[in-house]
């Protein structure tokens, strides 16, 4: 694809002239409805699947005294009390990532469970639009680029992310881990985003700063990965609003992340989970095991880099507009490194237990890593060999190609041992997995014996329960729902938010 793009133009002996392919306008707009219609696709049975989401673990027994003032009063406000005392319980007893525990508290399922699939759509919409706004980005630092160009980067990282994000259930389904894994990520993005603009545009009013400096100091208490990760970004932003002498009051937000950062270290809950982790690992330790993890990581999966290339002609159409200089090659590959390291660092220190939302974590990061180091090098390289744009675009026929043969070397890489079986391809890719959930019926199967159950504990409330058989989903609840001891938390929990106090549930096959 690479020789497809870069077209080079020979003398007897050297190369005199060189020259780079860029696409028409024409090309470009059949690309985007390409894209677009490709999105879609993938958004329907992602869409599909959220109406069938139902609650369990932490989004039980997180919400659960919110849940019950509501239920008891009818009153908002007094439900917005209960979230900022469960939040205090927790920021108190459990956990100090403040911010992030809060929205976990407040699901729309507290109002009623048939609210419930709100949680996941708002996940997707969230995700959709941090892709929107990261690619909204471009034109502060490449004058003149094309919309259609634009438009093709923000679907690009869409389809990015929703095609090769590692889990659906902690990435949209399971609303606790979207809370903490997908809402504080997409606040980071719409934060640097708009930091990012100011020092491009150099206008930043006192009321914006203001706004900033709030949105940061909720980041600081939001999860441990996105938080450690900011800081590292921030400071080499603050860097270069230094040495550029930028408006110093850009520094405040900074500021007031490394402020929620310290209130989240020195919360009693951290204290008592690090505690129950049990765990002994020193900083030294924990920070070279994070760039050995990181390294693991970027090795780990090659079809983010096979999809990464589908963004060439955007990054070929950006280098010819762009301001920067490209002074260096490296830096930015470095420091995207130091970036995902950071986000690693605090599991690997806390706790040292590692989930599927951790995962999906690092994936965010690489869905905006990768383009940017793909747009930096392109750049560098233009530069260095001193190339130009083509009089002449080139044939999107070329691209059409070239994007089919990624597209199918990332579906061959996702079907391990290429085993297919009656109505389900073992398909990593997680798009795949919701359609054929939706096709074969398991998850209105999973739904259906769901809210059977819970029927069963209002019908019964005060008595105790016994399931005589349990159901599990990969996608909406990949766990056991209840286990055989009633008085285990996930147990007492269900047995809570749909009986009463003095119901219990258990599992005895």
Known sequence: MIFTLISVKLNRSTFCERRVLV???????????????????ILIPTVGMCFYTRPSA?????????????????????????????????????SGIFFSMLLSVIPFSVFGTQWLWLNAVLAVVLLLWAMWRAANMIPLF?????????????????LMTFLLMPSYHEGIYWFSGVANYIYVPVLGVGLFCSVIAALCTKKAPWWKVALWCVGFLCMGGGNWMTSTASIVVWGALAVYIVWKKKPK???????????????????????????????????????????????????RDARGYLFVLLMLPVAIEM????????????????????VLAASMFPLLYQSSY??????????????????????????????????????????????????????????????PGMTIRPLRFNCTLQPVTAVMHLIDGQARDYAHWYDSVADMVRTHAGEDVILREMRAN????????????????????????????????????
């Open 23 to 41: 696409l028409s306008t024409k090309s470009w707009r059949v690309y985007r409805v390409l894209l677009s219609i490709a999105l879609v696709l």
């Open 58 to 94: 932490d989004d039980l027994a997180q919400p659960l005294p919110v849940a019950l003032t509501w239920r008891e009063t009818g009153s908002v406000i007094k439900t917005i009390g209960a979230a900022f005392e469960a939040a205090w319980d927790i920021y108190h007893n459990y």
């Open 142 to 158: 490449c004058k003149d680029i094309r919309p259609e160009a634009v438009h093709c980067a923000a679907l690009l990282l869409s």
């Open 249 to 299: 009051r850009l520094l405040l937000p900074f500021a007031f992340l490394l402020a929620g950062y310290l209130i989240a270290i020195t919360a009693p809950g951290t204290s008592s989970r690090q505690a129950t982790m049990n765990v002994d690992v020193s900083l030294v330790q924990a920070f070279l095991d994070s760039f050995v993890q990181s390294a693991h990581f970027l090795l």
């Open 319 to 338: 280098v010819p507009h762009s301001r920067l200089q490209y002074k260096n090659a490296l830096w930015l590959p470095a420091l995207s490194v130091c």
């Open 354 to 415: 590692w989930n599927d939302r951790h995962t999906n974590t690092c994936f965010l990061l690489l869905v905006f890593l990768l383009p940017v180091n793909l747009f930096w090098l392109m750049g560098w390289a233009v530069r260095r060999l001193k190339l130009s744009p083509r009089e002449k675009p080139a044939s999107g026929k070329a691209l059409l190609a070239c994007a089919m043969a990624v597209m199918l070397a990332i579906g061959a890489l996702s079907v």
């Open 474 to 509: 990969e996608l909406i609840n990949p766990g056991y729902l209840i286990i055989d001891d009633p008085a285990d938390w996930q147990n007492t929990s269900f047995a809570q938010y749909f009986g009463d106090e003095n119901t219990t549930i258990s599992y005895q096959p």
